[in-house]
């Protein structure tokens, strides 16, 4: 059977084709060209820096460099247009509305399991594969998504929009690893990414400074900070460059009248441009215990009453409860959350699997709903 994988240039996909080559498996690879660093050149400055230039090059080459040594094929194919009208568009208008999006959970449903398998179907191949610290079950009833083995590494976060059928075309080689075993075996087979630091942060903005690139495409609005009262304490730079929860970048402390504990941000007010603050990590205002989650995907058959659900990255599991309010909209309910934000993902569990996910609109403690 022909299994077409996405090769990055990182460990992970490289191991992935070593274990998908010795399951016997015909295998090409795709490396997927998904942003134009020549955009991040012309609106943040140098290209002679070497910070300044996007390491998508660097990255082709080490996958190449893996494809040679493992005699597979490599294809390098572009998914610029793509990624900007479905994934960055996306991630701006998030953004204009003062939410926080997840930009990786959109790359996942629209590049890497939409168009890239579009494009890997096109090579006549059986299934495509992507290294993700992911497992799926094939089964007669549908294809179901498992947390990955190394519960540090887990990645069905991320992949919480794909659906029943987008699974049945997909592999994850070493969703049943641990991150060390992925390293001894690239090790073992002498690859280039052997050691390779892995990516972290948003691909198209690398190591760039975040609040600077956001500048280049969305206008700052400057306005006041504020506490719950409306004393105003400062000045904020943008509701963009904010989320809730949020201690780095308020540069307030020290102040007379006030404790020395550090200020965090804990809710927004749209309507006024006005960033709300408070003091203590465990601020009441910053935890709810209800929450509307919007544009759901549910793999498998949909049901209502008590699962789990992570509200962020790496957050352990918190006990919720389900009510569907249409057929996408989740009323979600659970006890004394922190930082639970408008933008980010709510995504379900039931043991192993992971049940899909949504977008997090509203939230409440309560019948008060939070200024987020």
Known sequence: M????GLSGG????????????????????????????INNDVLGNPNDPMDVCPQEKDYMDALAVANKLGIKLHRVDFVSEYWDRVFSYFLDEYKNGRTPNPDIM?????????????????????IAMGHYAQVEHTENGSFLVRGADDNKDQTYFLCQLTSKQLEKSLFPIGHMQKSEVREIARKYDLITANKKDSTGICFIGERNFNQFLKNYLPAKPG??????????????????????QRKGIRIGGLDGYSNEPW??????????????????????????RCIVKNVNFIGEKFEGECTAKFRYRQPDNDVRIKWIDDTTLEVTYDHVRAVTPGQACVLYKGKYCLGGGTITDVFY???KRKY
């Not at 070593?18 to 660093?37: C, H, P, T």
Request: proline letters at 1%; one cysteine or more.
């Open 2 to 5: 022909k299994v077409i994988l």
């Open 11 to 38: 460990v992970d996909s490289s191991v992935a084709a070593i274990n998908l080559i010795n399951e016997g498996y015909e295998v090409e690879a795709i490396f997927m060209r998904n942003w134009d660093s020549a």
């Open 107 to 127: 790359c996942n449903k629209e590049i890497k399991f939409k168009a890239f398998l579009d494009y890997a179907l096109s090579l006549g191949c059986d299934y």
């Open 224 to 245: 006041k900070m504020v506490m719950l009262d409306g004393t105003v304490m400062g000045e904020h730079e943008g509701l963009m460059y904010y989320t809730i929860g």
């Open 264 to 289: 965090f941000v804990i809710g927004k007010d749209l309507l006024k441009n006005e960033l709300i603050i408070g003091q203590g990590f465990d601020h009441p205002y910053v935890y709810s215990n």
């Open 366 to 368: 309560n019948d008060e």
